[in-house]
């Protein structure tokens, strides 16, 4: 079986991924609605929350995990004020990638048997975003980052969830990381603190919308019309033109989705600020 295919998510291979957003559900459920994915977000942490997808793209349209989730995690960074995280697996890799503001993202990725393809430097860079201790939690990265032949991809994934438990990072451990990602949803579902995520439309979406105004992050987004507002919409706009030109002419569904999302939305603010100028 090529590679590619097994990226791409044959039956029996169980393709699944979280995203870790550092901000309260609160926060995130508003910004991730513009995803159009049916999602859940519950809290992970005392600062963090982590969106869980129900992975249609590659579950039903034969995209790459990685590539979707990468796209989505981009996408989410450049329109909110906080990083992103996210974690992904499939038959024949493992990996993870940060995205945080217009910064370029940064990753890593081990082969299912746990064997690396990827850099320390990515690992010194991802420690220093996220705001690891740069000797200890350095160290602990980089030993993830050489051959282990007791440690296959996705327990790497768990060593990288036991670092990050230093700045907060602690999801339900109903979110197993290996599972598919149905399954994972539907675990999601069932927690307590959970909120489902789907595209608003009309009122619901005005009302969201309104609320998000009045909250911490509120001068950030795109319709409250807050000049920071603004700025942010022109910057998605700037960002979404050549992101969605590049991934039509790579026929990329997942970063085609992420420029898609960033136009939309900064077209959206810019075009609320407009019918619906501040007093």
């Excluded at 960074?77 to 974690?87: F, I, N, S, T």
């Excluded at 339900?172 to 675990?187: H, I, Q, S």
Aim: hydrophobic residues 50%.
């Amino acid at each position: 079986m090529s590679t590619e295919a097994g990226r791409t998510g044959p039956e029996g291979s169980a393709p699944g991924a979280l995203l870790l957003c550092r901000a309260v559900p609160g926060a995130v459920a508003p910004v991730a609605h513009l995803l159009r994915e049916p999602m859940q977000v519950v809290r992970a942490g005392d600062e963090w929350s982590v969106l869980v997808p129900e992975g249609g793209p590659w579950r039903d349209g034969g995209e790459p995990v990685d590539r979707v989730i990468s796209g989505w995690a981009t996408a989410l960074a450049v329109g909110a004020p906080w990083p992103v995280l996210a974690l992904w697996w499939d038959a024949d890799h493992a990996g993870f990638l940060l995205a945080s503001g217009f910064r370029r993202p940064v990753g890593f990725v081990w082969l299912a048997s746990g064997v690396p393809v990827g850099e320390d430097e990515a690992m010194r860079t991802f420690a220093a975003r996220v705001g690891l201790d740069p000797v200890l939690d350095v160290q602990a990265l980089e030993r993830l980052a050489k051959a282990d032949t007791a440690a296959d991809a996705r327990a790497r994934l768990r060593g990288l969830l036991a670092v990050l438990a230093r700045v907060g990072v602690s999801p339900p451990p109903e979110l197993a990381l290996g599972e598919p990602a149905d399954r994972l949803r539907a675990a999601a579902a069932l927690l307590p603190d959970s909120l489902p995520v789907a595209w608003p439309g009309g009122r619901e979406a005005v009302g969201e919308r309104r609320a998000a105004a009045h909250s911490r992050l509120g001068p950030w987004m795109p319709w409250t019309g807050d000049p920071r507002a603004r700025a942010l919409a022109l910057a998605q706009v700037a960002a979404g033109v050549p992101l969605l030109a590049w991934a039509l002419r790579r026929r990329s569904g997942g970063w085609a989705a992420a420029g898609g999302l960033l136009l939309a939305n900064g077209t959206l603010g810019l075009a609320y600020g407009l019918m619906y100028p501040r007093d």
